[in-house]
């Protein structure tokens, strides 16, 4: 029993240090579907099932900005402190819809928080497009779609055309 409880102390003083190193981000964003980017590295969505997501970031200030095709960009810069955590709580400014005809854009992949990118611009994550139900609507023409996973890995870059109501399929 001593040697447990001697074991966990000297874990908890190994680990302690650790933890003191980091702090979090917890986003609250309407669109929940918006891409986080923290001192413009992409992070993941804001939100998951509607619930805001938490990361874990080194203290000090940082940019964040939130990234969505429908809505205008918002950039903060925000203080995070060791062992704390910072609420982001923003609700971005739709654009106007875009106008018909539309084809249809599925992406397949592993990773389902990938970063998914049409021509060089942030457009989602890979959960958002993957399944037959799923896709983003497009305006016919051709697109530079490049996928890059959250944890490193390859990433995947595509030139795809969108044809009037038709689904075309990244994998």
Same mark, same amino acid.
């Given at each position: 029993?001593?040697?447990?409880?001697?074991?966990?102390?000297?874990?908890?003083?190994?680990?302690? $240090? &650790?933890?003191?190193?980091?702090?979090?981000? =917890?986003?609250? +964003?309407? *669109? @929940?579907?918006?891409? #986080?980017?923290?001192?413009?590295?992409?992070?993941? $969505? &804001?939100?998951?099932?509607?619930?805001?997501? =938490?990361?874990? +970031?080194? *203290? @000090?200030?940082?940019? #964040?900005?939130?990234?969505?095709?429908?809505?205008?960009?918002?950039?903060?810069?925000?203080?995070i402190e060791a062992?704390?955590?910072?609420t982001l709580r923003?609700?971005?400014?739709?654009?106007?819809?875009?106008?018909?005809?539309?084809?249809?854009?599925?992406?397949?992949?592993?990773?389902?928080?990938?970063?998914?990118?049409?021509?060089?611009?942030?457009?989602?994550?890979?959960?958002?497009?993957?399944?037959?139900?799923?896709?983003?609507?497009?305006?016919?023409?051709?697109?530079?779609?490049?996928?890059?996973?959250?944890?490193?890995?390859?990433?995947?870059?595509?030139?795809?055309?969108?044809?009037?109501?038709?689904?075309?399929?990244?994998q």
């Open positions: 029993m001593r040697r447990y409880g001697l074991f966990l102390l000297c874990a908890a003083v190994l680990i302690t $240090p &650790a933890l003191a190193q980091t702090g979090y981000l =917890k986003t609250k +964003v309407n *669109p @929940g579907r918006a891409g #986080v980017f923290i001192d413009g590295k992409y992070v993941g $969505p &804001a939100a998951n099932f509607r619930i805001g997501r =938490k990361y874990a +970031v080194a *203290p @000090g200030q940082h940019e #964040v900005k939130l990234v969505e095709p429908r809505y205008e960009d918002v950039t903060s810069n925000v203080t062992g704390k955590t910072f923003e609700t971005m400014k739709p654009r106007p819809l875009a106008q018909p005809p539309f084809g249809r854009l599925r992406i397949k992949h592993t990773d389902k928080f990938a970063a998914v990118y049409l021509n060089d611009k942030y457009f989602g994550h890979v959960d958002e497009f993957s399944n037959f139900a799923q896709g983003v609507l497009l305006n016919p023409g051709t697109y530079d779609v490049r996928v890059e996973p959250t944890g490193g890995g390859q990433p995947i870059s595509q030139k795809v055309t969108i044809e009037a109501d038709r689904v075309s399929v990244v």
